[in-house]
């Protein structure tokens, strides 16, 4: 009988848990607030890509998906009436050894971390320096 009664009330307390997680909000990490892939060439006006968005106050970070075509340096300028980032970011490719080949792998060097102090509306500014030809992904992700 008291075993019984034990396993009905870790039931009860398991399902209480069950419930309580699947009914709390979960908060996405790396919500994706700002996405370009600049690959056409008629993405640029005058060499470089402008757009605007609003963005939160909040900690935000940069994501590339850069290849061995992107552009070698790729300048990102953010403006807003209360705020401003600037950004050379350099494309390396670090080669890795298969034993019978060697490839790379591509990242942007640079300050990836953004902050800001109120919510606005900003306008981005996507610099290749001369290189439209190559492709790129710019996300900017709130952290």
Sequence with gaps: ??????????IVVMGVLILNF??????EKNTIIF?????????????????????????????FVPNGSSPDILSITLSGEKFSFLQDFHLKGTPHQTGISEYFTWEYVGEKTVF???????????????????SVSVDILEN
Aim: proline content about 5%; glycine content about 6%; overall charge negative.
């Design 35 to 63: 996405h370009i892939t600049l690959a056409d060439p008629s993405l640029y006006s005058n060499g470089v890509f402008t757009d605007s968005f609003v963005i939160d106050k909040g900690e935000y970070s940069f994501r």
């Design 116 to 134: 800001v102090s109120e919510m606005e509306e900003v306008s981005i500014t996507i610099n290749p320096n001369g290189k439209i030809m190559g």
């Design 1 to 10: 009988m008291n075993k019984i009664i034990v396993a009905i009330l870790i």
């Design 22 to 27: 699947l009914s709390d909000p979960i908060k």
